[in-house]
């Protein structure tokens, strides 16, 4: 039995409890996904009802940020007696060695050097290393949104993430059926970063700071710096990501609104929670906890439902979605404001890569003035909350992005008329105007 599939089972079928509007009967609802998950009789039963039991605990919470749970990944039992100690997938895939076992084979996760990238929990053969999730939440939101209007917002990622022909128009469409009251692309706000990033990379540039890191859109890679590599933490961009800025300026013109950031990253639920970026978006969902809402919901993806057209974003916030993405688009941006100014760019390709390029760049060995810091292998295509692989994503982004109707995004019209507003009602000059 797959893992994802047991944790997709367990997500469709709460999803499902909780539209017909029952008291939750952990024990009928347990006694569906077994049978859905295991058709024969097996000996293990009694520990993967267990494991259910503990899934729906954290599904159930509505809160992530308790102070006695500081950790967004969590181990449900100390012992992985499926898994032998050659193996360790969860170790191998750790990029900070943040996972260990003792002699005893129990595991633990050390805070100080736990990045929150999600990898330990897509690469885990057992199902017990989960990330806290907001599913429940968003489910219960959905079917209060006729007194709070609930807005999704679209990781650039998106496209293709949801079954071969379901275009964005469709699944826009089929989000708007489940409940949503407005779908709009991460994208839009990825044009902002460009043009406030590429304004600070000039501004850098003339200075005596010769370099930038930028990834504000990766929260792993952003805290990879600054547990592991703090010394080079100051050359980081303090621009807010896409998705914070996003959810700003949905509640900057809808005080009482909620936003739901979907996208394929489990990282960015925590990012979501902190304080200082409050408030912004109030729920997380990886493409895979959407997918279970989508099928709960029984909701059609096959058009029936209508197409939504989808035109916030120009071709340079699109192609966020994969590596190299942020500084071809940054680079434009700088092209076309200072065509002199040289750009040097480097990229890391995952955490791994990322932290051998962080360790040249202390060490003064990196030819480079510019770096693009993913997480993910090939970007947020690749990230641990996806559908497909990331390859084929990525090639589904390309062809999405060239179909935008404005190429940079200085072009988009749209995402400055937004940014105007909110920033104008902030009264902050946080990203200048006058660019």
Sequence with gaps: MNKNDFAHRILVNLARQMKLGEILDRKKLSDKIIAECFPEKIEDEQIWRDRIDKRLDFLLQHSRQEESEPLLVHLLEESCEECSVEKRPCVHACPTGAITYDRHGKGSINTALCVECGWCVDTCISGVIIAR????????????SKVNPVYAILAPSFVGQFG??????????????????????????????????AREFCERMKSREKFMITSCCCPAFIKLVEKVRPKVAHLI?????????????????????????IGPCIAKKAEAKR??????????????????????????????LGQSE?????????????????????????????????FRPVKG??????????????????????????????????????????????????????????????????ALQWMKEYYKAADTESIKLDM
């Design 133 to 144: 999730s907001e599913f429940a939440q968003v489910a219960t939101m959905l079917l209060q």
């Design 164 to 197: 071969p022909g379901v275009t964005p128009e469709i699944l826009k469409a089929a989000l708007k059926a489940l409940g949503f009251s407005g779908v709009y692309e991460v994208a839009m706000a990825a044009d902002i970063v460009v043009l406030e990033e």
């Design 237 to 261: 961009s303090p621009s807010m990501s896409p998705m914070i800025i996003m959810g700003k300026m949905l509640k900057g013109r809808e005080e009482e609104c909620r936003v739901v950031f």
């Design 310 to 342: 989808v035109q916030d974003a120009s071709h340079d916030g699109r192609i966020f979605a994969h590596t190299g993405g942020v500084s071809e688009a940054i680079h434009r941006a700088v092209q076309r404001r200072a065509p002199d100014l040289e």
């Design 349 to 414: 390709n995952g955490l791994k890569q990322c932290s051998e390029l962080l360790k040249q760049l202390e060490e003064g060995r990196l030819d480079a003035n510019f770096m693009e810091g993913m997480g993910c292998p090939e970007g947020c295509v690749g990230g641990p909350g996806t559908n497909i692989k990331a390859a084929e994503a990525a090639v589904l982004v390309r062809e999405f992005a060239d179909r935008a109707p404005k190429q940079q995004s200085d072009d988009n019209i749209f």
């Design 275 to 304: 304080p200082d970026l409050q408030p912004a978006v109030d729920c997380v969902l990886t493409f895979k906890e959407t997918k279970a809402l989508l099928e709960a919901a029984e909701l059609s993806l096959d058009g029936s």
